[in-house]
Antibody, heavy 118, light 110 residues
Framework: QVQLVQSGGGVVQPGRSLRLSCAVSGFPFSSYDMHWVRQAPGKGLEWVAVISYDGSNPYYGDSVKGRFTISRDNSKSTLYLQMNSLRADDTAVYYC???????????WGQGTLVTVSS | QSALTQPPSASGSPGQSVTISCTRTNSDVGGYKDVSWYQQHPGKAPKVMIYEDNKRPSGVPHRFSGSRSGNTASLTVSGLQADDEADYYCYSYAGSNTWLFGGGTKLTVL
């Protein structure tokens, strides 16, 4: 059974950092590209970042480029999102997701809420 | 850069069919124009309903179907049921190693 279990959310002050984790089981983690997607309160889904199966190629959306870093540890089957210089508009539920084909996110984590507030 | 435009709302009565569109603008994405569709109930993670334009994952009812003509993809829900009431998002490649979602459509079952 495929499982993506997220952790690491919470309340953080503007300008501070936070790291999200996504622990995966039930499929060969090292074979798949992985994504982060977020959803601000009451808003739609926003693609955040992707990392290739081997960790060699990370890419970011414009709103997080230069502040967020996506990474993975294939030995631990875990995906990460390091979020620095957080702003109020980064407040959202963050989801990790497994890519199936280039345009499909087949399995999703349960989501974790990040609130940026002083 | 590409954008995916969806109507903000759609509705239908139980048993009826409804179609939600997703139109791509600025389509310089090479061959990666395929679209997937996601259903999201309040407080829940999205769930893939259609992928690669018209493929249905195992476990998704046959009432859900997808198609694409040029730069416009469509999701059709036939035989509407109360549990189909949710937000629906299209998703595709945007070019330059980035992806994007449509703005979402709130489907109401009357």
């Amino acid at each position: 059974q495929v499982q993506l279990v997220q952790s690491g959310g919470g309340v953080v002050q503007p300008g501070r950092s936070l790291r999200l984790s996504c622990a995966v089981s039930g499929f060969p983690f090292s074979s798949y590209d992985m994504h982060w997607v977020r959803q601000a309160p009451g808003k739609g889904l926003e693609w955040v970042a992707v990392i290739s199966y081997d960790g060699s190629n990370p890419y970011y959306g414009d709103s997080v480029k230069g502040r967020f870093t996506i990474s993975r540890d294939n030995s631990k089957s875990t995906l990460y999102l390091q979020m620095n210089s957080l702003r109020a508009d980064d407040t959202a539920v963050y989801y990790c997701a497994r890519e199936f084909s280039k345009v499909t996110l087949f399995h999703w984590g349960q989501g974790t809420l990040v609130t940026v507030s002083s | 850069q590409s954008a995916l435009t969806q109507p903000p709302s759609a509705s239908g009565s139980p048993g009826q069919s409804v179609t939600i569109s997703c139109t791509r603008t600025n389509s310089d994405v090479g061959g990666y124009k395929d679209v997937s569709w996601y259903q999201q109930h309040p407080g829940k993670a999205p769930k893939v309903m259609i992928y690669e334009d018209n493929k249905r994952p195992s476990g998704v009812p046959h009432r859900f179907s997808g198609s694409r003509s040029g730069n416009t993809a469509s999701l059709t829900v036939s035989g509407l049921q109360a549990d189909d009431e949710a937000d629906y998002y299209c998703y595709s490649y945007a070019g330059s190693n980035t992806w994007l979602f449509g703005g979402g459509t709130k489907l109401t079952v009357l």
